[in-house]
């Protein structure tokens, strides 16, 4: 297959071009300046600017952008990059993959499109929230729009929170268990979403390949977790204590209110049912062996 990356440069893209290679894909990444290397084409999403030729003979788009959720506390200004950076690029490949005629369309998503499930565990079926992560989701989803509805094959990855070595909100975890300060957030009886690195690029190849896939996709590991199930597993992987309980005003005088009540005490609870029904397996199905692979 000859396949587009957008975003390839970001904690999932980067494995997700080797693992495409490796499987003897042709993979172009898209690059925000002038193509310096055989495989880069330049592209301007807010200018709406592809380098010409960029989409021929392409079997599918493959669309990783988006600024990082937790990376700055969320005023109006963030929220507007947050959106921007989801839907701008959404719209600009979409519109694309329609002109040139490409058959698939893989767009990344979030597994806070359902909002906080409370106890109950979700599959694709379920509706959305109405909390602003669940609107930014929903946005960042119809972004999409021009390409479903020209008929073009597109798939809504709905990703939960990576395990990764480096990187991502996990790398930014590690130094604190390491440092004896790990302890469940809140209540710890909201659900913590996770899956591994290895299995979110796998499940991003497989849907790639797999042209019965289509709509949303929770790339979510078959096995949930509560926020303190996590905790209790990181402190075993990493041989930490961790006795530490960080209460919900901590939080919020920490990371803002309206962030530290979306992404750290609440959460939701989902199921992979569309992985799962289509054949998926995944490497690292439980905590202890996708910690194991994240601390190494």
């Given at each position: 297959m000859?396949?587009?990356?957008?975003?390839?440069?970001?904690?999932i893209g980067?494995?997700?071009?080797a693992s495409?290679?490796?499987?003897?894909h042709?993979v172009?990444?898209?690059?925000?300046?002038?193509?310096?290397?055989p495989?880069e084409r330049?592209?301007?999403p807010?200018?709406?600017r592809?380098?010409?030729g960029?989409?021929?003979g392409v079997?599918?788009?493959?669309?990783?952008?988006?600024?990082?959720?937790g990376?700055?506390r969320w005023d109006?200004?963030?929220?507007?990059v947050l959106?921007?950076?989801r839907?701008v690029?959404?719209?600009v490949l979409?519109?694309?993959v329609?002109?040139?005629g490409?058959p698939?369309?893989?767009?990344?998503s979030?597994?806070h499109?359902y909002?906080?499930t409370?106890?109950?565990?979700v599959d694709?079926d379920?509706?959305?929230g109405h909390?602003?992560?669940a609107?930014?989701?929903?946005?960042?989803?119809?972004?999409?729009?021009?390409?479903?509805?020209?008929?073009?094959?597109?798939?809504l990855?709905?990703?939960a929170?990576v395990?990764?070595p480096?990187g991502g909100?996990f790398?930014r975890?590690?130094p604190?268990f390491?440092f004896?300060?790990?302890?469940?957030l809140?209540t710890?009886e909201?659900f913590f979403p996770w899956?591994?690195?290895?299995d979110v690029v796998?499940a991003y190849?497989?849907v790639?390949e797999?042209?019965d896939v289509?709509?949303?996709v929770n790339v979510?590991a078959p096995?949930?977790?509560?926020?303190?199930?996590?905790?209790?597993a990181?402190g075993?992987?990493?041989?930490r204590?961790t006795?530490?309980a960080?209460?919900a005003?901590?939080l919020?005088?920490?990371l803002?209110?309206?962030?530290?009540?979306?992404?750290?005490l609440?959460?939701?609870?989902?199921?992979?049912k569309v992985?799962?029904?289509h054949?998926?397996t995944?490497?690292?199905p439980?905590?202890p062996?996708?910690?194991?692979?994240a601390v190494a």
């Open positions: 000859r396949v587009v990356i957008a975003g390839s440069s970001g904690l980067t494995s997700l071009v495409m290679r490796a499987a003897g042709e172009l990444r898209l690059v925000r300046r002038k193509a310096a290397a495989d330049g592209w301007d807010y200018a709406g592809v380098d010409d960029t989409f021929d079997d599918a788009v493959i669309n990783l952008c988006g600024a990082g959720i990376d700055k109006d200004a963030r929220k507007q959106h921007d950076s839907v690029p959404g719209e979409s519109a694309a329609v002109e040139h490409v698939a369309l893989i767009n990344s979030g597994a499109y909002g906080d409370g106890s109950q565990l694709e379920a509706p959305g909390s602003y992560m609107r930014l989701t929903q946005d960042w989803e119809g972004s999409t729009s021009a390409a479903q509805k020209a008929g073009v094959r597109v798939v990855m709905r990703t929170v395990l990764s480096s909100m790398g975890l590690k604190v390491q004896f300060l790990g302890g469940k809140g710890g909201q899956i591994s690195l290895d796998s190849r497989f790639t797999h042209d289509r709509g949303p979510v096995t949930p977790a509560t926020n303190a199930e996590f905790t209790k990181v075993h992987a990493l041989n204590p006795p530490w960080v209460p005003f901590a919020k005088a920490l803002g209110g309206e962030m530290a009540e979306e992404l750290v609440t959460g939701p609870g989902l199921t992979p992985l799962e029904t054949g998926f995944f490497l690292h439980a905590l062996s996708a910690l194991t692979a």
